[in-house]
């Protein structure tokens, strides 16, 4: 059983940047592959980012890519994701997620967070 708390979501205007983190208990997480997902009102939750567990593997939406970073730090149990340039259509609940290092990055993962929201200002 893995538990997954997020933070660093709130409010920031276009061109900003937020960090998001994920703190991950169970020692089994250093071996899971991680990732963001987000979800804006009214619409489906969508991949962000996902990263492997030795890091040296990264997969990110083509809306995010360039602009966000995904990393983690085993030691510390944590995932991160640094937001640049913001924009208004950014805004919704981020989650993160993480699950066993099989099948794609970008589905199939097994547990999830509570979520924290992002809101980008025009």
């Known amino acids: 059983q893995v538990q997954l708390v997020e933070s660093g979501g709130g409010l920031v205007q276009a061109g900003g940047s937020l960090r998001l983190s994920c703190a991950a208990s169970?020692?089994?997480?250093?071996?899971?592959?991680a990732g963001w997902f987000r979800q804006a009102p009214g619409k489906e939750r969508e991949f962000v980012a996902a990263?492997?567990?030795?890091?040296?593997?990264?997969d990110y939406a083509e809306s995010v890519k360039g602009r966000f970073t995904i990393s983690r730090d085993n030691a510390k149990t944590t995932v991160y994701l640094q937001m640049n340039s913001l924009k208004p259509e950014d805004t919704a609940v981020y989650y993160c997620?993480?699950?066993?290092?099989?099948?794609?990055?970008?589905?199939?993962?097994?547990?999830w967070g509570q979520g924290t929201q992002v809101t980008v200002s025009s």
């Open positions: 169970g020692r089994t997480f250093r071996s899971y592959t």
């Open positions: 997620a993480t699950k066993e290092a099989l099948g794609s990055v970008r589905e199939g993962y097994r547990y």
């Open positions: 990263i492997i567990r030795s890091s040296s593997v990264t």
